[in-house]
Nanobody
């Protein structure tokens, strides 16, 4: 069964950190373009970060650049999103997605077609 499973969400205070995980089963993540998206309550889903296959290049949306880092552990078939200096506006459900298509991460995050999606993990940044 081909699937992505996110974990690591939770409640954190502003300024805190969380690391989200996205583990694939049934396929090798390193062969795919991987992205993290989020959807805040009442808002549309937005792209947060994207990693090209084999990690050759990455992209971050302006609001998280310098605070979030996307990385991978191929042995665990898992991609991570390290989130530091969290803000209340980072609150939302975070989804990972994988695409067979290979391309510029910025372009993929904007208009890419994603073949697999996880079910999401909730991140709440609040006092």
């Amino acid at each position: 069964q081909l699937q992505l499973v996110e974990s690591g969400g939770g409640l954190v205070q502003p300024g805190g950190s969380l690391t989200l995980s996205c583990t694939a089963s049934g396929f090798t993540l390193d062969h795919y373009t991987i992205a993290w998206f989020r959807q805040a309550p009442g808002k549309e889903r937005e792209g947060v970060s994207c990693r090209s296959n084999s990690g050759g290049s990455t992209y971050y949306t302006d609001s998280v650049r310098g605070r979030f880092t996307i990385s991978a552990d191929n042995a665990k078939n898992t991609v991570y999103l390290q989130m530091n200096t969290l803000k209340p506006e980072d609150t939302g459900v975070y989804y990972c997605a994988a695409a067979r298509a290979l391309g510029d991460p910025k372009m993929m995050l904007s208009v890419g077609r994603w073949d697999y999606w996880g079910k999401g993990t909730l991140v709440t940044v609040s006092r």
